[in-house]
């Protein structure tokens, strides 16, 4: 088994900087998102703001992903395609899923959207979702095992009613798009490998308004969504391991302190 890269310091800020620019890349878009919109201009705007900025979107040609993000909304859990016939409208919420390459680093991370006034579950989805990712961050430290961060997260989520996604997980970034760990967001205590500083991965727990079994397009081969055809919300953030806890390499906007 291929083992989990622990960075250098040369690693780490250039990754630092390319999730930092990942991260602003979602606070960009944030004025853009409102109905009317399609996701494909969205995606458009995006691969403009990441190439002014001197990086390239790492979904862009990946296995075949035609589009520079994934933008995925209501039942659609991950990788869905921008396109010019996803119109928004009132009342949808959608994740935007960003991959920077900086000067060769990669950088991960995707934020919840609202287009206007959303139904109440909608909302408890999001908050939900929003603080799951926030417990699972607080397990990141020396000694502490990978699966408690599932651990913590499933047991939040479904103590309010909702369900995680078992059949896509966070992973290691950095210096490839996808390496060692699998991060898994349902997981037993004290289960899986041990934090060490200097590993770079991330947490991006899907959490679905029903089931947490999902169905991938047949058409396009990317489009998860929620087999019941319930809503479904994500957040994601890079984080490092540091000598004492983490620091979160995608925060734009200061909302974790590195411990």
């Known amino acids: 088994m291929e083992s989990i890269i622990i960075k250098t310091p040369?690693?780490?800020?250039?990754?630092?900087?390319?999730?930092?620019?990942?991260?602003?890349?979602?606070?960009?878009?944030?004025?853009?998102?409102?109905?009317?919109?399609?996701?494909?201009?969205?995606?458009?705007?995006?691969?403009?703001?990441?190439a002014r900025n001197g990086?390239?979107?790492?979904?862009?040609?990946?296995?075949?992903?035609?589009?520079?993000?994934?933008?995925?909304?209501?039942e659609v859990v991950c990788h869905g395609i921008p396109s010019e016939a996803i119109v928004l409208k009132e009342g949808d919420i959608l994740n935007v899923d960003v991959t920077t390459?900086?000067?060769?680093?990669?950088?991960d991370t995707s934020r919840m959207f609202a287009v206007g006034e959303i139904s109440a579950v909608a909302r408890k989805l999001i908050e939900v979702t929003r603080h799951s990712l926030t417990l699972g961050i607080q397990q990141v430290r020396p000694g502490n095992y990978f699966g408690n961060i599932g651990f913590v997260?499933?047991?939040?989520?479904?103590?309010?009613?909702?369900s995680v996604v078992y059949e896509f997980c966070g992973h290691g970034v950095g210096v490839r798009f996808h390496e060692p760990p699998q991060v898994d967001h349902a997981a037993r205590r004290n289960s899986g490998e041990i934090m060490r500083p200097g590993m770079i991965f991330t947490i991006e727990p899907m959490i679905n308004e029903g089931r947490p079994s999902t169905v991938v397009d047949k058409k396009d081969g990317w489009t998860a969504?929620?087999?019941?055809?319930?809503?479904?919300?994500?957040?994601?953030?890079?984080?490092?391991?540091?000598?004492?806890?983490?620091?979160?390499?995608?925060?734009?906007?200061?909302?974790?302190?590195?411990?």
């Open 153 to 162: 997260i499933n047991r939040y989520v479904r103590a309010n009613g909702f």
């Open 225 to 259: 969504r929620t087999a019941d055809a319930r809503l479904s919300a994500q957040f994601e953030h890079t984080v490092l391991v540091t000598p004492t806890g983490f620091e979160v390499l995608s925060d734009s906007q200061n909302e974790y302190l590195i411990t």
């Open 55 to 74: 990086a390239v979107a790492a979904t862009k040609g990946y296995n075949g992903f035609p589009k520079s993000c994934c933008i995925s909304p209501n």
């Open 101 to 107: 390459i900086l000067d060769g680093y990669y950088g």
């Open 10 to 50: 040369e690693q780490i800020e250039g990754i630092r900087r390319s999730s930092r620019l990942a991260a602003q890349a979602l606070d960009f878009i944030s004025d853009y998102v409102k109905a009317g919109v399609t996701t494909a201009y969205l995606d458009q705007l995006i691969d403009d703001f990441i």
